[in-house]
């Protein structure tokens, strides 16, 4: 699909061999990111990996995550991280469990994806600071990944007119305001980080960036700056602590509306750990098949982000017989891709089912499920986030039934694709007596 935003033109693919076809033959060489207002803000002037066009600094950049936060030793060394993180959700929703009475699973996913993500990225434990607290945090991260995702006229329409709309209409502000609030509470992350004096060990990717700002080595041709680090925080928190907690909120309620797919996995994941464990660990994520059958399922019908981030050709290309020029923003639809019945069978319908025996994976492989992206340019925060997803499912799906409070039916549970950020739940928790 063809369309035109004032003086750019931009192309939407929506099946699966275009998406192949733009991700394999036209990754980097002759696709780059576009120079949109509101990325550069958040990436302080294209400093991170998400936005920053395709060049030398992105390689370093994307090195130097991969190194510090993203590799298997890494990986393995945040595991207690994690666990703990899965204990406090579980100990928390008990709290409300004890007393059947509501909870919002938005802000108890918010929490425990947040607390993950803070404690392995930053070295530190959010709910500690005297800065900020929990709701504060979310509404932070909310808005400003909603100013992300403003399309500012001055990236659309001749230069001067666009500028001019959108100041008059207080839209430069506001993405303004939002990275600026942002920004300071990273700053003020940074702070907390020097007086507790990690810079040594670089266990964590503030406090190894940090290092590499203080002291400079020459393993790197890129000069690493405080934007750079702000930048890369940026990318963690909105890229890591929102799209967790909108799939688990997803999949909970495709769970709610669906009772014997609910039924089936709860019966699979207590049939297969036992009736008396005390806690998850990361071993249980692996044996529980139907699991993963459900995460896909959910990745499938709402993918964290409808539309991969735009590309923008570097030079006149030719992808399924027609001609992109150059300048050109390239997205891809994950959403329609996800719901083309040329693909799936009977695309509408929550039916974990239909990838047993099958070898599609989220993992950019398969351009029909493309939740993290393809390519050199897919999430590289995708092993990390599912790993989270995986052990705060199975922790509240182990420990507790969940139902609908009295007077709401499955027909109320709102499930409205409106590209809103803040997707809420409320369900009340029960421990089974089984256990």
């Known amino acids: 699909m063809l369309l035109r935003f004032g003086v750019v033109p931009m192309v939407v693919f ?35 990996i998400g936005f920053t066009q ?24 945040f595991r207690y991280i994690r666990e703990d993180e899965g204990d406090l959700l579980v100990k928390k929703i008990s709290k409300s469990a004890q007393t059947k009475t509501l909870i919002n699973l938005r802000k108890s996913f918010f929490s ?19 800065f900020i607290d929990m709701d504060k945090l979310e509404e932070l991260v909310l808005e400003a ?15 001067g007119f666009g500028w001019l709309v959108d100041r008059i209409s207080g839209r430069h502000s506001r993405m303004n305001n939002a990275f600026s609030k942002l920004t300071n509470f990273f700053h003020h992350v940074i702070d907390e980080q020097l007086k507790i004096g ?3 060990d670089n266990s964590n990717l503030v406090s190894a960036m940090l290092d590499m700002i203080n002291v400079p080595t020459n393993l790197s041709s890129l000069k690493i700056t405080s934007d750079h ?41 207590r049939a297969t750990l036992g009736s008396n464990k005390e806690r998850i660990t990361e071993e249980d994520l692996q044996k529980v098949e139907y699991l993963n059958l459900v995460i896909k399922e959910t990745f499938r019908l709402h993918p964290s982000s409808p539309l991969l981030l735009p590309r923008e050709t570097m030079s006149d290309i030719e992808i399924q017989g027609y001609h992109i020029p150059k300048n050109t923003h390239i997205k891809i639809n994950t959403y329609t ?11 509408e319908e929550f039916y974990p089912e239909r990838f047993s025996n099958s070898s599609i994976s989220y993992k950019g492989q398969h351009y029909e499920l493309l939740p993290f992206g393809a390519g050199r340019r897919s999430c590289p925060g995708m092993n990390l986030g599912i790993t989270i997803l995986e052990l705060g499912l ?38 089974p007596s089984s256990l």
């Open 198 to 200: 990690q810079l040594q």
């Open 394 to 431: 199975l922790n509240i799906l182990y420990f507790f039934d969940w139902s609908l409070p009295n007077g709401v039916t499955i027909e109320d549970i709102d499930m409205e694709e409106d590209g809103a950020f803040n997707k809420s739940l409320e369900l009340i928790p029960t421990i």
């Open 337 to 347: 891709i996800g719901r083309d019945p040329n693909v799936w069978t009977n695309p």
């Open 229 to 269: 680090l702000i930048a890369m925080m940026s990318d963690v928190v909105l890229a890591g602590v929102n799209a967790g907690t909108v799939t688990m909120i997803w999949l909970m309620a495709e769970l709610t509306r669906h009772p014997r797919v609910m039924q089936k996995l709860q019966e699979e994941i």
């Open 112 to 130: 425990f994806t947040a607390g993950t993500i803070f404690r392995i990225a930053f070295g530190q434990n959010f709910r500690e600071y005297s």
């Open 54 to 77: 395709y060049g030398e600094d992105w390689r370093e950049m994307k090195k130097l995550v991969g190194l510090e936060l993203f590799s298997p030793k890494k990986h393995k060394s």
């Open 14 to 48: 929506s099946s699966k061999e275009a998406a192949k076809e733009v991700r394999k033959t036209h990754d980097l060489e002759t696709c780059t990111r576009p120079k949109l207002v509101a990325n550069g803000l958040f990436s302080r002037n294209f400093k991170d």
């Open 145 to 159: 990944e909603t100013n992300v995702c403003i399309l500012a006229l001055t990236d659309f329409l001749p230069t």
